[in-house]
């Protein structure tokens, strides 16, 4: 298995809902990323997990909540999001040990109502 | 601080042209440099690789080379077809606690039959 699986693939919400993304992967990474992209624009890290532990927050509000349950699972809770965080999601991983890049999810295209 | 350079687009070809993708770097280690391509709707897919210096990564007929002399790392087709119509990011990575991916802005490219 040579994927990362994202859930939903699209997800509407409002302002006031509470929601989760979630990422899967078996290829036995140990770093875990979340980048969010706008429409036209690069991806932007949001979040690193590295052997299920938060290494790195990119000064993401609190409004978005990351969580490594396992070294397979990646989450990230939704909660009073405003409509400027409508993006792609993208989850990826890597091997912790070395740098041969990441493999990406399709990502969940996010729309706050 | 680390930073990728890529040329504006879109970049309008007709089917079997000649492509080329321009990428330079600005890195305070020694990178890893990766070509990543999103068609529309998709996420990020590795496209190609390079870890060293005068390396050439190659893919789909696509390939690029690991220039440290110019800082570069331009992407090159020989003849592009339709289905290449896509986005492509230039990024880099430095062998640090983080693992993580710097983008360029992105080129869009159009093929037209």
């Known amino acids: 298995d040579t994927e990362v699986t994202q859930t939903p693939k699209h997800l509407v919400m409002g302002m006031t809902n509470k929601k989760s993304l979630k990422c899967e992967q078996h290829?036995?990474?140990?770093?875990m990323y979340w980048y969010k992209q706008k429409a036209k624009k690069p991806p932007e890290l949001m979040f690193v997990y590295s052997y299920e532990k938060l290494s790195i927050n990119e000064s993401v509000p609190s409004r978005f909540s990351p969580e490594c349950p396992n070294s397979s699972l990646l989450n990230l809770h939704l909660h009073a999001l405003q409509p400027e965080d409508s993006a792609l999601y993208l989850c990826?991983?890597?091997?912790?040990?070395?740098?041969?890049?990441?493999?990406f999810g399709s990502g969940t295209r996010l729309t706050v109502v | 601080g680390d930073s990728v350079t890529q040329m504006e687009g879109p970049v309008t070809l007709s089917e079997e042209a000649f492509l080329t993708i321009n990428c330079t770097y600005t890195a305070t280690g020694y990178p890893s440099l990766f070509w990543y391509v999103q068609y529309p709707g998709e996420g990020l897919q590795l496209l190609l690789k390079a870890t060293k210096a005068d390396d050439k990564g190659s893919n789909k007929g696509f390939e690029a080379t690991y220039r440290k002399e110019t800082t570069s790392f331009h992407l090159e087709k020989g003849s592009v077809q339709v289905s290449d119509s896509a986005v492509y990011f230039c990024a880099l990575s430095v062998v640090d606690s983080s693992y993580k991916l710097i983008f360029g802005s992105g080129t869009r490219l159009l093929v037209r039959p």
């Open positions: 990826a991983s890597s091997p912790r040990t070395d740098n041969y890049g990441y493999t």
């Open positions: 290829m036995g990474h140990r770093a």
